[in-house]
């Protein structure tokens, strides 16, 4: 079993609606959650950051973290055709402070016109 | 933005032969990654440095070796490439001080063939 699963999608939404991204993950270590996005033959670009558990809200994007049932979520309000991309989250654990990361495989979006 | 270059962008090379890829940053970041995506994995970490001469491996470091004898270049070795590690490489720095806040560079396709 993998340390963090992400359903591959592909997710396919009419212009303007909302989209939930989702991941699960099994190590109680965890404490950094990260959504990154990814244009295709692009490199991943961090969308979202939280720390522990709770929301994050940057404009149209919400992150949400539920650590008692290691589940994390990004929402995406009013989307857009620019938004379509891969979405990756990312995990990492406190200890070593080293940066490392561990990336679900990724969720492709469509957002049509 | 940090800027980072990697190099070649391409490559198609056959199996046995070794293979470099060069990550260059324009800033004094300490800490850089290479990454490898694959469809259905995601990014999964190779080998990471914390400064000149200090690396360390991730999860899926067979087969590579890395040197980092300048703040600025980090190198990533395919001593005898196998079609194993056709895949695309990600260079990523660690830009502020959360330990998820990474930036990546275009990446390097390699074809092992």
């Known amino acids: 079993q993998k340390e963090v699963e992400q359903d591959p999608g592909p997710l396919s939404v009419p212009e303007g609606a909302i989209v939930s991204l989702n991941c699960t993950y099994s190590?109680?270590?965890?404490?950094?959650f990260m959504w990154y996005r990814q244009y295709s033959r692009k490199g991943p670009e961090l969308l979202m950051y939280?720390?522990?558990?709770g929301n994050k809200e940057d404009g149209r994007f919400t992150a949400q973290v539920d650590k008692s049932s290691k589940y994390i979520s990004l929402f995406i309000r009013d989307s857009q055709p620019s938004d379509s991309a891969t979405y990756l989250c990312?995990?990492?654990?406190?200890?070593?402070?080293?940066?490392?990361?561990?990336f679900g495989q990724g969720t492709t979006l469509q957002v049509k016109p | 933005d940090a800027g980072i270059t990697q190099s070649p962008r391409h490559k198609v090379t056959e199996t046995g032969t070794p293979v470099t890829l060069r990550c260059h940053q324009t800033?004094?970041?300490?800490?850089m990654y290479w990454y490898r995506q694959d469809p259905g994995h995601g990014l999964r970490l190779i080998h990471y440095?914390?400064?000149?001469?200090?690396?360390d491996k991730g999860e899926v470091s067979d087969g590579y070796s890395v040197s980092r004898s300048k703040t600025e270049d980090f190198l990533l070795t395919l001593e005898s490439a196998t079609s194993s590690q056709t895949s695309v490489y990600f260079c990523?720095?660690?830009?502020?001080?959360?330990?998820?806040?990474?930036?990546f560079g275009e990446g390097s396709r390699l074809t092992v063939l």
């Open positions: 990523a720095i660690r830009q502020g001080m959360g330990t998820g806040e990474l930036f």
């Open positions: 190590n109680s270590a965890f404490q950094y």
């Open positions: 939280t720390y522990s558990s």
């Open positions: 990312a995990m990492s654990a406190i200890s070593g402070n080293t940066g490392k990361l561990i």
């Open positions: 800033e004094n970041h300490r800490y």
């Open positions: 440095s914390y400064g000149v001469k200090d690396t």
